[in-house]
């Protein structure tokens, strides 16, 4: 890879609480300019506040507690917060899950996107508002000069995540931050709106990193996956090869647990292979590997050492004892 | 061939006759009186020991379904019989005894303030087991068979992970041994690295206790795994029902299509076709779209599918597509 668009290194985010928690550690990975690039793990895994540390979002209880991150050259970690504002929405955007809490119910969208162009850019409100409509056009809205005057709540669930998707991509932003942009949406929704964003973000060559539950989902549409448990990235690979030949037990697990599509037909219903044992709070993340609980290929220096990163082909990495 | 309308097989232990529940909503002073069809004529059975898939979007009348035949809310027309008899001829409780429901969340679901003893052995003294050693022993037979300990009965909802607690709302469906239970999106508010554990509890609980499911969902991929049969639901009427190898591989209508097509497939990068993906969002059941519902979205559209409404027909053995163009394999 060339210069990486973005660069987190050692990444660490600290949770105060009776006694302070690393919520995140030792994360690291590259974002190439226009790659797409996945982020998956379970809730509580720590996936969503490493999105909001490259926002500089991060708010008590949480905090940065060490790492570089480096947007395009440039360490952004110890950035101002004004120059942070700068930053989001003109390098950095983001998209959240649930579109209804994050547009303003008291503001119609095409204001709402027209602000972009107002704040970012300078332009003059009518200017904007024409091109909030040409926005609107774009991630496929039908009707935008009608509905460029609507509120959220006369919007569907579809509709107002193409709203979240005009406004993040407004001023051309270098990377496109997706926070489980469809779990609250239908599969039929989700599938255009996924086409949508990869679209976009081709044609303009942004760059996604994309964070789900669903690895599926996300194998599908990045060229490179991370897989995180409990606050560490415990594999990372090329998209394919996270399905065809995952490393670590905790991938192997998720890839094997879920039925999929056309399975039965091949080979009759078989007992699914189970993950055992619950998602550890953080406030009980075990010594050593924190899967060691649940490994079903577990021996004792799991549970006392913590595996280092063993480095495997094209960039990608796993951090097993015995990922052999 | 299939059953339909007046000639419902006996030995069906659900059968849904024509089943409509409509809702009025809005008032005289917010722009006039609608009427919701939020289920609009469903005609189903479900046999002992079968489980029934129930695939469809938000909004299609999966959930309205459901708590029609738990005798939740009154049918507008058609009728709901159990083990033979309609619903209601029966009282709650016998109800009660017949059918049961595994709801999605959890963790809304389950009283927080009710040990875990208390949320089993309600049930059982509702139905007159008032001796305490058999409720006692009942209570504890069946946290073994979920999997719990016995200590986990003197404790809360609180104290369980979500898994366990999924594992509480389902020993209370079954610790009345009823035949028939409907999950309700079982495992979608699960942590993925769980959901494995729950559908492979599910399908032993129904070897073991003879149940028959109906198993409403949004993964295909679940669905696929444990139905027998699967019905495909869109704007309150079943646009495809048939067995679940038939369904997967064979689906004549273009909305089940679209559901198999919307699915990621990791291996099959960008295999779906256009053609099969649904346009758009499933539109309002206060404003259907005319003749087939389905018509703004789909591929297949012709100038019939917007004035005429498509029957549920046989296409195959067992299986029956509600589309003008169900003999068009492509």
């Given at each position: 890879?060339?210069?990486p668009l973005?660069?987190v290194?050692?990444?660490?985010?600290?949770?105060?609480?009776?006694?302070?928690y690393?919520?995140?550690e030792?994360?690291s990975?590259?974002?190439?300019?226009?790659?797409?690039?996945?982020?998956?793990?379970?809730?509580?895994?720590?996936?969503s506040?490493?999105?909001?540390?490259?926002?500089?979002?991060?708010?008590?209880?949480?905090?940065?507690?060490?790492g570089?991150?480096?947007?395009d050259?440039?360490?952004?970690?110890?950035?101002?917060?004004?120059?942070?504002?700068?930053?989001?929405?003109?390098?950095?955007?983001?998209?959240?899950?649930?579109?209804?809490?994050?547009?303003?119910?008291?503001?119609?969208?095409?204001?709402?996107?027209?602000?972009?162009f107002?704040?970012?850019?300078?332009?003059?409100?009518?200017?904007?508002?024409d091109?909030?409509?040409?926005?609107?056009r774009?991630v496929?809205?039908?009707?935008?000069?009608?509905?460029i005057?609507?509120?959220?709540?006369?919007?569907?669930?579809?509709?107002?995540?193409?709203?979240?998707?005009?406004?993040?991509?407004?001023?051309?932003?270098?990377?496109?931050?997706a926070?489980?942009?469809t779990?609250?949406?239908d599969?039929?929704?989700?599938?255009?709106?996924?086409?949508?964003?990869?679209?976009?973000c081709?044609?303009?060559?942004t760059?996604?990193?994309?964070i789900s539950?669903?690895?599926?989902?996300?194998?599908?549409?990045c060229?490179?996956?991370?897989?995180?448990?409990?606050?560490?990235?415990?594999?990372a690979?090329?998209?394919?090869?996270?399905?065809?030949?995952?490393?670590?037990?905790?991938?192997?697990g998720?890839?094997?647990?879920?039925?999929?599509?056309?399975?039965?037909s091949?080979?009759?219903?078989?007992?699914?292979?189970?993950?055992s044992?619950?998602?550890?709070?953080?406030?009980?993340?075990?010594?050593g590997?924190r899967?060691?609980?649940?490994?079903?290929?577990?021996?004792?220096?799991c549970?006392?050492?913590?595996?280092e990163?063993?480095?495997?082909?094209?960039?990608?990495?796993?951090?097993?004892?015995?990922?052999? | 061939?299939?059953?339909?309308?007046?000639?419902?097989?006996?030995?069906?232990?659900?059968a849904?006759?024509?089943?409509?529940?409509?809702?009025?909503?809005?008032s005289?002073?917010?722009?006039?009186v609608?009427?919701?069809?939020?289920?609009?004529?469903?005609?189903l059975?479900?046999?002992?020991?079968?489980?029934?898939?129930?695939?469809?979007?938000?909004?299609?009348?999966?959930?309205?379904?459901?708590l029609?035949?738990?005798?939740l809310?009154?049918?507008?027309?058609?009728a709901?019989?159990?083990?033979?008899?309609?619903?209601k001829?029966?009282?709650?409780?016998?109800?009660?005894?017949t059918?049961q429901?595994?709801f999605?969340?959890?963790y809304a679901?389950?009283?927080?303030?009710?040990s875990v003893?208390?949320?089993?052995?309600?049930?059982?003294?509702?139905?007159?087991v008032?001796?305490r050693?058999?409720?006692?022993?009942?209570?504890?037979?069946?946290?073994?068979?979920?999997?719990?300990?016995?200590?986990?009965?003197?404790?809360?909802?609180?104290?369980?992970?979500?898994?366990?607690r999924?594992?509480?709302?389902?020993?209370?469906?079954?610790?009345?041994q009823?035949?028939?239970?409907?999950?309700?999106e079982?495992?979608?508010?699960?942590?993925?690295?769980?959901?494995?554990?729950?559908?492979?509890?599910?399908?032993?609980?129904?070897?073991?206790?003879g149940?028959?499911?109906?198993?409403?969902?949004?993964?295909?991929?679940?669905?696929?795994?444990?139905?027998?049969?699967?019905?495909?639901?869109?704007?309150?009427?079943?646009?495809?029902?048939?067995g679940?190898?038939?369904?997967?591989?064979?689906?004549?209508?273009?909305?089940?299509?679209?559901?198999i097509?919307?699915?990621?497939?990791?291996?099959h990068?960008?295999?779906?076709?256009?053609?099969?993906k649904?346009?758009?969002e499933?539109a309002?059941?206060?404003?259907?779209?005319?003749?087939?519902?389905?018509?703004?979205?789909?591929?297949?559209?012709?100038e019939?599918?917007?004035?005429?409404v498509?029957?549920?027909?046989?296409?195959?053995a067992?299986h029956?597509?509600?589309?003008?163009?169900?003999?068009?394999?492509?």
């Open positions: 890879m060339s210069t973005l660069t290194e050692d990444l660490r985010i600290a949770l105060a609480g009776e006694r302070t690393d919520a995140v030792n994360v990975f590259e974002i190439g300019r226009g790659e797409a690039f996945g982020l998956v793990g379970e809730s509580g895994c720590g996936k506040i490493t999105a909001l540390a490259l926002m500089g979002l991060l708010r008590r209880p949480l905090s940065l507690a060490g570089r991150i480096v947007l050259g440039q360490e952004i970690q110890h950035a101002t917060p004004a120059e942070m504002r700068r930053l989001r929405g003109e390098r950095i955007a983001m998209i959240f899950q649930e579109p209804m809490t994050a547009l303003n119910p008291l503001s119609p969208v095409g204001k709402q996107i027209a602000e972009m107002v704040l970012h850019q300078g332009a003059n409100w009518s200017e904007a508002m091109r909030a409509e040409e926005a609107l774009q496929r809205v039908p009707s935008p000069e009608r509905r005057k609507d509120y959220p709540h006369q919007l569907s669930g579809g509709m107002r995540q193409r709203v979240m998707i005009a406004i993040a991509l407004a001023c051309g932003p270098e990377l496109l931050i926070d489980e942009p779990t609250a949406l599969v039929t929704v989700q599938a255009e709106i996924i086409d949508l964003m990869a679209e976009l081709a044609a303009k060559g760059a996604i990193l994309m539950h669903d690895l599926g989902l996300v194998a599908n549409m060229q490179r996956v991370a897989v995180m448990y409990a606050g560490r990235i415990v594999e690979q090329v998209a394919e090869a996270i399905f065809a030949a995952p490393r670590h037990p905790y991938t192997q998720l890839v094997n647990s879920l039925p999929r599509l056309g399975e039965r091949r080979h009759g219903r078989q007992r699914l292979r189970e993950i044992g619950v998602v550890p709070s953080i406030a009980t993340y075990p010594a590997c899967f060691n609980p649940r490994c079903a290929a577990v021996t004792d220096i549970r006392q050492i913590a595996p990163i063993t480095p495997l082909p094209a960039d990608g990495l796993v951090r097993c004892h015995h990922h052999g | 061939m299939d059953s339909c309308g007046a000639t419902i097989m006996a030995d069906a232990l659900l849904l006759d024509e089943l409509a529940v409509h809702f009025t909503v809005g005289v002073f917010s722009g006039g609608k009427t919701l069809r939020a289920v609009d004529g469903v005609t059975d479900v046999k002992p020991g079968e489980c029934l898939g129930l695939v469809g979007e938000s909004g299609c009348g999966k959930s309205t379904l459901a029609a035949i738990m005798g809310v009154p049918p507008t027309a058609g709901v019989a159990l083990d033979g008899r309609d619903l001829a029966r009282d709650r409780l016998e109800t009660a005894r059918v429901m595994v999605q969340d959890p679901s389950l009283n927080p303030r009710q003893r208390r949320t089993l052995a309600d049930p059982l003294r509702l139905q007159g008032t001796n050693t058999e409720v006692d022993q009942r209570v504890m037979d069946m946290l073994a068979k979920v999997g719990l300990r016995p200590e986990h009965a003197g404790r809360y909802p609180h104290e369980f992970s979500g898994g366990q999924q594992r509480i709302g389902i020993a209370r469906a079954l610790i009345l009823p035949k028939l239970v409907i999950c309700d079982p495992v979608s508010a699960l942590d993925v690295s769980i959901r494995a554990q729950i559908i492979n509890l599910l399908l032993e609980l129904k070897d073991e206790m149940l028959a499911y109906i198993m409403i969902s949004h993964d295909l991929g679940v669905v696929e795994h444990v139905s027998d049969r699967v019905a495909v639901m869109y704007l309150g009427r079943i646009v495809e029902q048939g679940w190898q038939e369904i997967f591989e064979n689906p004549r209508h273009p909305y089940t299509r679209a559901l097509a919307a699915i990621p497939d990791p291996f990068r960008a295999a779906a076709t256009a053609r099969a649904a346009k758009g499933i309002s059941a206060l404003n259907p779209p005319s003749g087939c519902h389905f018509h703004p979205r789909c591929p297949l559209k012709a019939r599918c917007v004035t005429e498509p029957a549920l027909e046989a296409v195959a067992g029956r597509a509600a589309c003008h163009f169900r003999e068009r394999t492509y």
